[in-house]
């Protein structure tokens, strides 16, 4: 099962008008959610476990991560029809979505995701991945 189906997109989008802007075909749908999880992935992989976040379902899915996927995945949608008729709040939300994810990239924002887990110190226990590192300058000889 992925990550984001059809009915999670109804929430934000009425059926009839996804029907009309996918012509009734679920793949465009598919495709569209899968540009959507590459995106978010690209901006979440450095820190997160992104296997731990796309490989649950239903309502284990972690709500930010799902709702970045509606926008995303409405806009790319909304890539079908002429640029007069997208509504200038999926033209928002996109943009809203990208600079959150931007900042996620950049480490100037974390969230409450699963996070990446390393054995840096050796003792067989995971570690979180971070930015921040501990140590201190070799003491010098003189």
């Given amino acids: 099962m992925a990550f984001l189906i059809k009915s999670d997109i109804e929430i934000l989008l009425r059926t009839y008008r996804l029907n009309q802007i996918t012509d009734e075909n679920d793949v465009l749908i ?26 649950k379902t239903g309502i284990d899915r972690p709500q930010n991560v799902l709702t970045w996927s509606r926008h995303l995945t409405i806009y790319y949608l909304y890539e079908r029809v ?3 008729q997208v509504p200038e709040r999926v033209v928002f939300h996109y943009k809203e979505v990208c600079e959150v994810l931007t900042d996620i990239a950049k480490g100037k924002i974390s969230v409450d995701l699963p996070r990446l887990e390393t054995d840096s110190d050796g003792d067989g226990k995971p ?16």
Avoid: C
């Fill in 127 to 142: 570690d979180p991945k971070t930015r921040f590192k501990w140590g201190s300058v070799p003491k010098r000889s003189h």
């Fill in 30 to 55: 598919e495709t569209a959610a899968s540009m959507a999880e590459a995106k978010i992935i690209d901006a979440l992989y450095q820190y997160y476990d992104v296997t731990a976040i796309f490989g």
């Fill in 82 to 84: 002429p640029d007069e």
